[in-house]
């Protein structure tokens, strides 16, 4: 094989096939950890609502199956010349969380499978509402659309996501600290200093770190502070080595989709985001050719396909961005190659099943890590794009943002007919928030002036 020698290679056959097939693996490995670990978040959340865990749709398998189809879609959509491989989205787990607890009208009494399926109903609604957004930056430019929704907005919303979700963080911890305390150590410790690849892949080094640990305190007989076992591995025994994932069509409600829709905002900016930082990463304008338009609604479709069968919502990756950077390949067909993995993989409820046995504790710590982090990448949106909170319509703009966001704990119900219509915290903030933007004078945000400030939307974290 040719030496490079630090080039960047944008013909992965140079490589030869055993190299190239490899850089598709190194890209599976960098979006599996948290990738897989959005549905046992979500797994959790309906769970401790119902009392039932879901067994039809949004499961590992499902998830996997989504994420490498998506990719595929993605890469269709977008003449395949981007290098985006597409993974679960975390921006829409606090809607997730919301449907999950819903306990009035017709969720009243519904079991883990059925509050998902109306929950995946509101991800395809948001899935399509990247297409109207695609639309409007291809008929009157990004610059323009890009002022209804600045950093002084998309970042509060961003930093109420995280909040909203950090007390299913301590619950799921307190069942065993210290398998807690251990996956986020071991994730901080690979995110700070780990070397290489390591560095890419810190949510996976911290469940792989802390389900070994745990498995060692499983076979020496210790148990959980409350004595519950650490492990049960029912469910491996009793799943088959080949099988089909386990979809489930999603259902439409008005209330389910007023919880997630609204959250296709931040998802879309962080969209934005992402391919600000291809683009950077690869040297080419992705944003131009083949359009940010174009790409908005290869993830649209994705998303929208993902909930359609049960699976959670879709979103470009920053740790495949990082595997760009690391590596310096930047064919897209290496990327293609670990949506195929992917998919492959789906295919093996055996080792699905083993994902899922994944103690309680363990997501706990992980998600100690994660919820906060998403908070901190709200404000880290605000801080490079240099939003000036020195002006009182920036303060006013994020102050009703985060008294809406966390403020409307049980949302705001009325009726339209006989229709009775929920709007979630995060939904009125959404709202209220791209109002007062749009109202205030003084609006002086302009996208494109701000490298850096455009490549940090993306909620990743790595």
Known sequence: MKDFKGEPIRDAKLLGTGSMLLMGLQHMVAMFGATVLVPILVGGFFKDATGEPITQGMTVAVTLFCAGFGTLIFHVCSKFKVPAFLGSSFAFLGGFYTVANLNAGIYAGMGANEKAAYACGGVVIAGLAYFILALI????????VMRFLPPVVTGPIIICIGLSLAGSAIGNASTNWFLAIVALATIIVFNVWGKGLFRIIPILMGIAVSYVIALIMHMAGMTNPDG???????????????????????????????????????????????????????????????????????????????????????????????????????????????????????????????????????????????????????????????????????????????????????????????????????????????????????????????????????????
Do not use: Q
């Open 228 to 462: 519950s076992a650490i492990f049960s591995f029912a469910a491996i025994s009793d799943s088959a080595w080949v099988g089909i994932p386990a979809f489930k069509f999603c259902k439409f409600d008005i209330t389910a989709v007023l919880v997630m829709a609204p959250i296709a905002i931040a998802s879309m900016m962080e969209h934005i985001g992402d391919m600000s930082a291809i683009s950077a990463t690869t040297s080419t304008n992705f944003l131009a050719d083949p359009g940010l338009h174009r790409t908005l609604m290869g993830d649209g479709l994705a998303t929208a396909m993902a909930g359609l069968v049960g699976g959670p919502s879709n979103t470009t990756y920053g740790e495949n961005t990082g595997v760009l950077e690391l590596s310096r390949v930047f064919d897209p067909k290496v990327v293609r190659l670990a949506a195929f993995y992917a998919i492959i993989l789906s295919f093996i409820p055996k080792f699905s099943a083993i994902i899922s046995t994944m103690p309680t504790a363990i997501i706990g710590g992980i998600s100690f890590m994660l919820y906060g982090m998403i908070s901190a990448i709200g404000v880290r949106n605000i801080v490079e794009n240099r939003v000036d909170l020195t002006k009182s319509r920036n303060l006013i703009i994020a102050g009703v943002i985060f008294v809406c966001g966390l403020g409307f704990s049980n949302g705001l119900t009325f009726k339209v007919g006989s229709t009775s219509v929920t709007l979630t915290a995060l939904a009125i903030a959404a709202i209220a928030g791209i109002v007062l933007n749009a109202i205030l004078p003084g609006n002086d945000y302009e996208f494109g002036k701000n490298a850096a400030g455009d490549k940090s939307r993306g909620i990743f974290l790595s």
């Open 137 to 144: 930056i291809k008929v009157v430019g990004m610059k323009k």
